[in-house]
């Protein structure tokens, strides 16, 4: 089974220039995260969507970054424009969110993540 | 809020040397706790998990129990071995929403 998928793997980008990263999330999992790593830093949460919806964004500083996630499926991180400390990993992550009381896991499934660098 | 605090790292042994990372938490109610491990050029992966007091996870001779009391769950390891070198994150998860709440992670690195 495909795991999580995300594109690009490396981006290099001036200031003020717009950047998107996608993910492919695992198939039938409903609920896709996106996570920020600064570097020597734990995973911080941008946004959470459960299915189309997204349900959790309040990380997600919204005078630059949007996110979408059409159909359910893939998701797009878009930065617009990017800032010198925007520079990080951007994670992306998926699971089949039933709780942990009702019978889930309780696992996050991560792609390799996109690392981005802005000059 | 809920946050999780790890031992800083690096944390560097001697091959078949005994490990202890170690991770403490604050949360309201009963959250899960998970260690994710992230080999160098992969993605974070699940090493284990413990969902309620009292119970260990384990997973690839690693083990940490979940210490209601102590609010802890540290990661241990008998007897490491190269290629355990990685860095460990410890999380915690609200019950109902899944979301992942990381420490800052600590480097492992074991040598020959």
């Known amino acids: 089974e495909a795991g999580v998928v995300q594109s690009p793997r490396y981006k290099i980008i001036e200031k003020k220039q717009p950047v998107a990263f996608w993910c492919n999330p695992i198939s039938g999992h409903n609920t896709l995260y996106w996570y920020l790593q600064n570097l020597g830093q734990g995973p911080e949460l941008l946004i959470r969507y459960e299915n189309e919806e997204a349900v959790d964004d309040s990380q997600l500083p919204k005078d630059r970054f949007s996110a979408e996630r059409l159909k359910g499926v893939d998701s797009t991180l878009k930065i617009q424009p990017a800032e010198l400390g925007d520079s990080a990993v951007y994670l992306c992550?998926?699971?089949?969110?039933?709780?942990?009381?009702?019978?889930?896991?309780?696992?996050?499934?991560f792609g390799e993540g996109s690392r981005l660098t802005v000059l | 809020g809920n946050s999780v605090t790890q031992m800083e790292g690096p944390v560097t042994l001697s091959e078949e040397a005994f490990l202890t990372i170690n991770c403490t938490y604050t949360a309201t109610g009963y959250p899960s706790l998970f260690w994710y491990v992230q080999y160098p050029g992969e993605g974070l992966q699940l090493l284990l998990k413990a969902t309620k007091a009292d119970d260990k996870g384990s997973n690839k001779g690693f083990e940490a129990t979940y210490r209601k009391e102590t609010t802890s769950f540290h990661l241990e390891k008998g007897s490491v071995q190269v290629s355990d070198s990685a860095v460990y994150f410890c999380?915690?998860?609200?019950?109902?929403?899944?979301?992942?709440?990381f420490g800052q992670g600590t480097t492992l690195q074991v040598k020959p």
């Open positions: 999380a915690l998860s609200s019950s109902n929403t899944g979301k992942l709440i």
């Open positions: 992550a998926s699971s089949l969110h039933n709780p942990v009381g009702q019978g889930g896991t309780g696992e996050l499934f």
